[in-house]
C-alpha cells in the first residue's frame, strides 16, 4: 500500500494551492532590506565610522578658504533715454539666451585679462604667494608676460563662482582665495569690469551706417512705385476680383480670397456632405436587415410581443399537444405576428432604396457644378502666378523702404542710454573662513558612508545565496512554511521535554500547521528530509513525533537515514538491528520496535548499515512496512536521509502522503534547496512545507510569537 492514490488529495491541486498561498504572501521589499541591515549591522557601523574619521581628518587637514561676494543686477532692457531703438535689438534682452549669454560673459577669459590687468596680478607677491603661482618655467627661465597672464587667467576662472538667483535679475559674483582681502579686491574689480566691458561693446557702431542707409533709401522709393503699378495693371487685365485678403501689421498681404474660389468652396462642402448622405444610404440598402428596419419602435413591439407568445407557446406544448385549442390560437397569433413584421421590414426597406437613389443623384449634380468652376478656377490660378509675384514684389519694397526710413530716422541718436548692468552689493572683507565646513564635510561622509554601506550590503546579500528566515525561504522557493524553530544551545530532548520552552512551543506550532496541510488533519505517514545532513532533520522528525503523541495518538518514529543513522544516538540505544534488517528480509517487526524513553510513541532503529541502502529502499518491503505501521499506529513518520546527492529520499517519499522539507537558516544555498525540491516534484512527491531550523530569533518577526507567553508570565 502507498499512498500516492486517488483517495488522498491530488498532489497538482496541493501543490498549486500551497505556491498560489506562497506567492499571495510576499514580504515587503522594504522589509528585506529591513533585515539585511540588521544582519549586516557590524559591517555598517565599520563603514559610517570610517567615513566619518576620513572626513574629520579632511576638514582638520584641509587649507581655510575666504570667499567673498559681489551683487550685480542685470536688467532685461537698458534705460534707453532718447526713447529709440539702438543699434543692437533691445528684444535681445527679453528672452532667457540673453541671461545666459551674460553669465558666459562673467565667466570669459577676455573679462579675468582685464581684471589682471586692473590689478596688476601677475606682479602682485601676495597673489602670486596665495596660490603658489610659479614666475619660471621648469628649467628655471623666467616666462614671458603672455604665458603668465594665461596662467592667471585660468586661475581666476577657477577660483570663481557665477550664481545667479532664481526667478531675479541678481547674480552672485563669489571669488574664493586663502587671502580675505585678495577675494575683496577680485570680486570688486571683476563686477566692475564687467559693467565697462558692457559699456564698451554697446558704444561700438559703424561709421558708414547712416550713408549706406541714404543709397538704399532712394533705390527702393523708385522700385516700390513701378512694382505698385505693375500689380495694378494686371489685375484690371485679368479681371482678378478678392473678395477678401489679410494683411500683417506692416501692410504685406499674407492671404486672398477670390470670387472663383468662394464658390468652389461652397460647392466642394456641399458635395462632401451629400456623398456622406449618400454612403450612408448605400450601407442601410445593403446590410440585410437595416439599422432602421432594428431600430424601428413599432416592428420592435410587435418583436417583443411574438417573443412573449412564443414563450407561452412553448410553456404550453410542455404540458399539452400541439391541436390543444389554446396551444392553436397562439400559434395562429404568432403567425399574423410574423406576417405583420415582415410587411413592415419590407416597407423600411423600400424607404431605404428610394434614400439612396435621391442622395446619388443629388451628388452626381454637385459633381457635374464642380467640375465647371474647377476649370474656372484653374485658369484664375494661372492668371495668378504672375499676379503673386508683382504682390509679392510690391509688399518686399514697401517693407525694406518702412524699415530703413524708421532707422535711418533713429540712428542718429541711437545709444543714448544708461548700462543695463548695476551693482547692487558691493564685495566686503570676509570675517571668516568658508571652506572647510566641518557640518557639511561630515554629512557629506555620512552620506558617502550610508552609501558605501548600502552597496555593501547588498553585495554581500548577492554573494550570500542561503535562506536566513523563513520569509527569505517562502519568497524564494514559494513553499508553506509550518514553522520557524530557535537555534538550541543545549539538549534536544531537554528542550522538548520542557513545555515551556520556545523550542517545545515552536514545534507545537509546526504541528499544527501540519494538521492543515491535508483535508484529514496530520497526515498519516509522511517523512523528514532536508537538502544536506546536519540540519536537523532528525531532531525534527523526533520533536513532531513527540508532539504528535501529545495529542493521545499512536506514533512511530522510523529511522530511515541508514547512511548517518542518529535516531538510537540521541537515547543511547545499541543500532544492532532496525529497517535494514526488515528490508533485508527479517520479519520480525515487532521485535525492531522500541519504546520512546520520553513519551508514550515508539521507535523503529536504522538497523546495521548496508552497502547500497538504495537498493534496499527501492524494493516492495519498505511499502510493506509503512502499510504494516499505518494499521497499527495513527502516525508514521520517516527519518529521510538528505537529498542531495542521493536517490533514498526520493524512494522514501514514493510510499508517504507527503515531505516535510527541513532548512537550516543560513545553512545550504537556496540553488542547492531548490535542486533537491525539484527532483522531489518530479518524484511526484507532496510537500507539505518547510520547517526552518536554527534560526537566529534577533532577525527575525517569530521572536515575538515565542516571546509573548514568557512575557506575560513575568508580567
Not at 564687467?194 to 523708385?222: C, P, V
Request: include cysteine; proline fraction near 4%; charge should be negative.
Amino acid at each position: 500500500m502507498t499512498y500516492n492514490d486517488a483517495s488522498l488529495v491530488d498532489r497538482s491541486e496541493l501543490f498549486s494551492s500551497q505556491e498560489t498561498v506562497a506567492q499571495g504572501s510576499k514580504t515587503p521589499l522594504l522589509l528585506n532590506y529591513w533585515r539585511a541591515f540588521q544582519r549586516h549591522k557590524l559591517v555598517i557601523a565599520v563603514i559610517m565610522i570610517a567615513c566619518l574619521i576620513l572626513g574629520f581628518l579632511a576638514t582638520s587637514l584641509a587649507e581655510r578658504q575666504f570667499t567673498a561676494t559681489a551683487t550685480i543686477e542685470i536688467s532685461r532692457q537698458q534705460q534707453n533715454v532718447a526713447n529709440v531703438e539702438a543699434v543692437q535689438p533691445e528684444d535681445a534682452g527679453e528672452t532667457a539666451e540673453f541671461y545666459q549669454t551674460q553669465y558666459g560673459l562673467l565667466r570669459s577669459r577676455s573679462l579675468a585679462d582685464r581684471v589682471t590687468r586692473r590689478l596688476n596680478l601677475t606682479s602682485d607677491p601676495v597673489f602670486l604667494s596665495a596660490f603658489d603661482l610659479n614666475v619660471a618655467d621648469e628649467n628655471g627661465n623666467e616666462v614671458d608676460n603672455a604665458e603668465l597672464r594665461r596662467r592667471t587667467a585660468n586661475l581666476l576662472l577657477s577660483q570663481l563662482q557665477v550664481e545667479p538667483l532664481r526667478g531675479s535679475g541678481l547674480v552672485d559674483i563669489e571669488f574664493e582665495s586663502p587671502d580675505p582681502e585678495l577675494s575683496y579686491r577680485i570680486a570688486n574689480s571683476w563686477a566692475d569690469e564687467f559693467i565697462a566691458s558692457n559699456q564698451d561693446r554697446r558704444f561700438a557702431s559703424t561709421s558708414g551706417a547712416r550713408e549706406f542707409l541714404e543709397q538704399r533709401l532712394a533705390d527702393l522709393r523708385s522700385r516700390l512705385e513701378d512694382s505698385e503699378r505693375q500689380l495694378v495693371t494686371y489685375a484690371r487685365q485679368r479681371e482678378i476680383i478678392n473678395v477678401s485678403s489679410e494683411r500683417d501689421g506692416e501692410g504685406n498681404a499674407t492671404s486672398e480670397r477670390s470670387l472663383i474660389s468662394a464658390e468652389l468652396e461652397a460647392l466642394n462642402n456641399e458635395l462632401g456632405r451629400a456623398t456622406a448622405a449618400r454612403i450612408a444610404a448605400r450601407s442601410e440598402m445593403s446590410a440585410g436587415p437595416s439599422r432602421a428596419v432594428v431600430e424601428n419602435s413599432a416592428l420592435n413591439s410587435l418583436r417583443q410581443r411574438r417573443a412573449e407568445l412564443a414563450a407561452e407557446y412553448a410553456n404550453l406544448l410542455t404540458r399539452f399537444e400541439p391541436e390543444y385549442p389554446d396551444a392553436r390560437a397562439l400559434k395562429s397569433q404568432i403567425d399574423e405576428l410574423d406576417s405583420a413584421i415582415a410587411s413592415g421590414e419590407r416597407r423600411v426597406t423600400q424607404v431605404s432604396a428610394t434614400n439612396y437613389e435621391q442622395a446619388l443623384q443629388r451628388e452626381r449634380a454637385l459633381q457635374a457644378q464642380l467640375q465647371d468652376v474647377k476649370e474656372q478656377l484653374l485658369q484664375q490660378q494661372s492668371d495668378r502666378i504672375q499676379y503673386n509675384i508683382f504682390q509679392r514684389d510690391a509688399d518686399t519694397n514697401r517693407q525694406l523702404y518702412d524699415a530703413l526710413l524708421q532707422r535711418y530716422k533713429e540712428i542718429g541718436v541711437a545709444g543714448v542710454g544708461v548700462s543695463s548692468i548695476a551693482i547692487v552689493d558691493r564685495a566686503e572683507i570676509p570675517r571668516g573662513p568658508s571652506s572647510p565646513n566641518l557640518l557639511l564635510n561630515m554629512l557629506l561622509a555620512t552620506l558617502v558612508g550610508s552609501v558605501l554601506s548600502g552597496l555593501t550590503v547588498l553585495a554581500l546579500e548577492q554573494i550570500d545565496q542561503t535562506l536566513k528566515t523563513p520569509e527569505d525561504a517562502r519568497d524564494a522557493l514559494n513553499l508553506p512554511i509550518l514553522g520557524a524553530i530557535p537555534e538550541l544551545d543545549g539538549d534536544p530532548i531537554e528542550a522538548l521535554e520542557d513545555v515551556k520552552s520556545v523550542q517545545s512551543e515552536a514545534y507545537l506550532n509546526a504541528r499544527t500547521n501540519l494538521s492543515l496541510a491535508t483535508e484529514h488533519g496530520i497526515p498519516k505517514a509522511f517523512t523528514v528530509t532536508s537538502t544536506r545532513q546536519s540540519e536537523g532533520k532528525s531532531t525534527s522528525a523526533m520533536a513532531l513525533c513527540h508532539s504528535i503523541a501529545k495529542l493521545g495518538r499512536r506514533a512511530v518514529l522510523i529511522d530511515a537515514d541508514m547512511r548517518n543513522p542518529s535516531i538510537h544516538r540521541m537515547f543511547g540505544g545499541e543500532n544492532v538491528h532496525g529497517l535494514s534488517s526488515y528490508l533485508a528480509g527479517d520479519n520480525e517487526v515487532d521485535a525492531h520496535i522500541k519504546p520512546s524513553p520520553i513519551g508514550d510513541w515508539d521507535m523503529f532503529y536504522a538497523g546495521p548499515i548496508p552497502p547500497n541502502p538504495s537498493d534496499l529502499l527501492s524494493g516492495e518491503r519498505l511499502s510493506m512496512l509503512v502499510s504494516y505501521l499505518s494499521k497499527r499506529y495513527d502516525h508514521v513518520i520517516i527519518d529521510g536521509p538528505p537529498l542531495l546527492g542521493f536517490a533514498d529520499g526520493l524512494l522514501i517519499a514514493q510510499v508517504v502522503e507527503g515531505v516535510v522539507y527541513i532548512l537550516e537558516a543560513g545553512g545550504a544555498k537556496s540553488g542547492a534547496i531548490q535542486s533537491s525540491l525539484d527532483r522531489l516534484y518530479q518524484a511526484r512527491a507532496t510537500v507539505f512545507g518547510a520547517i526552518m531550523t536554527k534560526l537566529n530569533m534577533d532577525s527575525s518577526d517569530y521572536s515575538y510569537q515565542y516571546t509573548y507567553g514568557s512575557d506575560a508570565e513575568r508580567d
